[in-house]
């Protein structure tokens, strides 16, 4: 289990973490954190060692390891809105994408929309939504941290691979919590997360490259070339007549592999 007096040493936060619920074992920290919604103040912080359905965008599923890796939701009732949920996932990138860089000197990539690439291989995914109708929304992190070996037939890797070490969870969590606040601060004054979203294209994996990007739902694929985000997290892209084309990253499926 956590040492949640070693992680509360390492915020410098006022809302974000002041409240931290651990468990040993949930079927998602999501389901817990929107079943316990109501109760918990702003910031709340729901962690567990081990998740039996952690279920990420479009129906994927997370492959989780108990005790070495960090599953984590984080209850934010200062932002409410549909509309936000492609900015909250940019806020969790940055954030761990951040972290990553500042303590363990690892290069991350994004894959728009929510998942962190180290060295070709996914190291993190996010995942935001709305807890219920004007309720709030919940963003959930899923961390590898210090799992010893790449999972069979998944591109995957964790910080312990590329590190060639452990490294201490608790610190990793209190650094992504203050990255997370910074950025919530501006979100909720101004509506906006424009220092999220610059760290988010300054490292967008695919920037300038022929990707291929499908409707939801849909087998046909077109090819077009992918930019940044917006302001709002959608992604802009230029097609093959040469507009520009704005992508939802509720309903786009990306297909992209690194050469």
Not at 138 to 166: A, H, Q, Y
Request: proline share 2%; aromatic share 8%.
């Amino acid at each position: 289990m956590y040492d949640l007096n070693n992680i509360s040493s390492y915020l410098n936060t006022n809302i974000i973490g002041q409240s931290i619920i651990q468990y040993d074992s949930l079927n998602s920290t999501f389901a817990k954190a929107k079943n316990i919604f109501a109760t918990c103040p702003d910031g709340t912080v729901i962690l567990s060692e081990n998740q039996s359905e952690c279920v990420l965008r479009f129906g994927n599923e997370w492959v989780c390891l108990p005790d070495k890796n960090i599953y984590i939701s984080i209850i934010l009732k200062s932002v409410n809105n549909n509309y936000l949920l492609p900015l909250i996932d940019a806020v969790g990138c940055s954030s761990i994408l951040k972290s990553i860089f500042d303590l363990y000197n690892l290069e991350c990539k994004i894959k728009w929309p929510n998942d962190i690439i180290i060295n070709g291989n996914k190291a993190a995914s996010v995942k935001s939504d709305i807890a219920g109708k004007g309720a709030g929304i919940i963003l959930s992190l899923n961390i590898n941290v210090n799992m010893e070996e790449k999972i069979e037939n998944l591109k995957n890797t964790s910080i312990r691979i590329e590190k060639g070490e452990d490294v201490e969870r608790e610190l990793l969590i209190g650094n992504i919590l203050n990255n997370i606040e910074y950025h919530y601060n501006e979100l909720i004054s101004t509506g906006k997360a424009s220092r999220a979203v610059n760290l988010y294209n300054e490292n967008l994996l695919f920037y300038n490259k022929e990707i291929g990007v499908a409707k939801r739902g849909r087998k046909t694929v077109r090819k077009v070339v992918a930019k940044t985000i917006d302001s709002e997290g959608w992604l802009s892209v230029v097609n093959e007549k040469g507009n520009e084309d704005i992508l939802n990253p509720g309903d786009t499926i990306i297909q992209y592999e690194e050469t």
